[in-house]
């Protein structure tokens, strides 16, 4: 069986002393073995600080994004090869915010996993719909649609990537999808995957919409639940640390 895993995405936030504080308090919180797999994805300001303050604690380092470039006059980017220097395990692509405001494509998204898989980081690759798709009953088609970009640029290396579904409605706004709406989703990605790779069972399928202290312990108990893509809660620590010990 395989691990959990619960990752924290800091998105924009952040501070010298704030970063400091928040790992020294998971740090404290983690001195037992978590049972589970802890990741923070942090703005690349800080990458060099956390990957110094999480040494030898178990927690893995995430970048919030990656280059689908692997060098070159690209103002502003940063590539998987300079992440891989700050020993960075997982690169988020694909995420609602980065499609929303930065105009990432489905091939654009591909590519940066891609570029993340050549250079040994795990891509967390995150799909999800709006609410106008959601209610307009177009939720598999778009999620299915997204997750085949990727299996198609990296059909050979899709069992090294991970997904996390992150219904956009979902995202910062309160709302949750209930368990059994997200099970129902992750099925859809599983019944995908699988189709694509006999190690299909072995791809976390992380859940990313809201997930929480309250709602943690429902949501991973679900079949195709395999963690989460933690938000708001990741930036306080005993909500964080709650999430995890749902999670063992």
């Known amino acids: 069986m395989k691990k959990k895993l619960i990752a924290g995405n800091w998105k924009m936030n952040g501070g010298l002393a704030a970063n400091e ?3 020294k308090a998971l740090r404290d919180g983690l001195a037992s073995q978590p049972g589970c797999d802890v ?15 999480t040494a030898g604690s178990g927690i893995a380092l995430a970048a919030q994004d990656v280059s689908e470039h692997e060098s070159g006059a690209f103002t502003g980017e940063i ?9 960075a395990r997982y690169a988020l692509v694909g995420h609602s915010e980065r499609r929303q405001y930065h105009g990432e ?5 591909a590519a940066k996993a891609q570029r993340a898989l050549a250079a040994g980081i795990t891509p967390i690759v995150c799909v999800g719909e709006t609410l106008a798709e959601r209610e307009a009953g177009q939720t598999e088609a778009v999620v299915k649609r997204q997750l085949a970009a990727v299996i ?3 059909g050979h290396c899709i069992s090294e990537i991970l997904v996390a579904y992150e219904p956009v409605w979902a995202i910062g706004t309160g709302r949750t999808a209930t368990p059994a709406q997200a099970q129902e989703v992750h099925a859809v990605l599983r019944a995908q995957l699988a189709a694509a790779t006999d190690k299909a069972d072995r791809i976390p399928l992380l859940y990313g919409g809201s997930m929480n202290a309250a709602n943690a312990a429902q949501l991973l108990a679900e079949h195709d639940i395999d963690g989460g893509l933690v938000g708001g809660a990741s930036l306080k ?5 709650q999430i995890i010990a749902a999670a063992r």
């Open 105 to 109: 494509t489905d091939a654009v998204v």
């Open 152 to 154: 198609h640029v990296n």
């Open 237 to 241: 620590a005993p909500d964080f640390l």
């Open 21 to 23: 504080a928040l790992l």
């Open 39 to 53: 990741a923070v994805a942090v703005p690349a300001a800080y990458l060099a600080q956390v990957q110094s303050l």
């Open 79 to 87: 590539s998987a090869a300079m992440l891989r220097d700050f020993g």
